[in-house]
């Protein structure tokens, strides 16, 4: 099982997108992480304009955090950060300073 | 990465205000942790009284015991007393701008390792471990 969860700023990734993040998510998993550890399950929420900021500024910074199986190598995990980062910018057109994307394990309490 | 949460009644602040809010939470992160003033995010989720609100990984909800609630993700690896200070520093400020009373606010800081998370395309550094190019990251909006 993973889940996903993506806070997107307002006006910042429209929901015309937002399907086929879904199906990048995914496939970044399956690759990384293999098949046999889904589904993935994906969830969003929007940060109204005015109420997100980044340094004190206005945001246009999306956040994607993630829960994944326990035992994931370092590797592995960099390699499932960093391809989700890629295709989130390939696919938006943010720059690579627009998104922050985290996967802790499943059991993980901090 | 910093990412705080603040959780407010509705209509309770205005934008001057959650502007200068944030930039008081990045001037207290940054003043105690090493982290560029550019990776600390600060949102505001108005919340009507009582309800609850999901966590950042959308697992399981926030209740807040008071009307306005900090909810914080750092880096995990600091003494524990860094982050009982960041974030009194926080809620400090938090009152001095909205003039709350100390009593209307709590918060809590929940950490992760850092080798979990990935910001402007790097994994991000243990703290302590932060090396000096990171801080050309606060160029990339100055």
């Not at chain 1, 937002?18 to 969003?44: H, K, M, N, Y």
């Not at chain 2, 860094?82 to 009373?101: A, H, P, Q």
């Amino acid at each position: 099982m993973i889940e996903f969860y993506c806070t997107v700023q307002e006006g910042c990734i429209p929901d015309s997108v937002r399907g086929s993040l879904e199906e990048a998510i995914t496939q970044c998993c399956f690759s990384a992480l293999g098949e046999d550890q889904g589904p993935v399950d994906i969830g969003w929420s929007e940060i109204p304009e005015g109420f997100g900021f980044r340094g004190g500024r206005p945001s246009t910074t999306s956040i994607v955090r993630g829960r994944i199986p326990d035992g994931c190598d370092t590797e592995t995990r960099t390699k499932l950060l960093m391809s989700l980062g890629d295709e989130w910018c390939r696919i938006t057109g943010a720059g690579k300073d627009e998104v922050l994307v985290a996967a802790r394990d499943w059991s993980y309490k901090g | 990465m910093p990412f705080y949460r603040c959780l407010i009644p509705k209509d309770s602040i205005s934008y001057e205000k959650r502007s200068e809010i944030a930039t008081a939470i990045t001037d207290v992160h940054c003043g105690i942790s090493a982290a560029p003033r550019n990776f600390v995010h600060v949102a505001f989720i108005e919340t009507e009284e009582g309800e609850s609100v999901p966590n950042l990984y959308g697992t399981a909800t926030i209740e807040p015991g008071t009307r306005y609630f900090i909810a914080g993700g750092n880096r995990a690896g600091r003494p524990p007393e860094v982050r009982e200070t960041i974030l009194n520093g926080i809620i400090d400020k938090f009152c001095d701008i909205t003039s709350i009373s100390h009593n209307e606010i709590s918060g809590i800081i929940t950490e992760g390792p850092a080798s979990w998370t990935m910001e402007d395309g790097q994994i991000l550094p243990e703290p302590g471990e932060e090396p000096a190019e990171w801080y050309a990251h606060d160029a990339v909006t100055d």
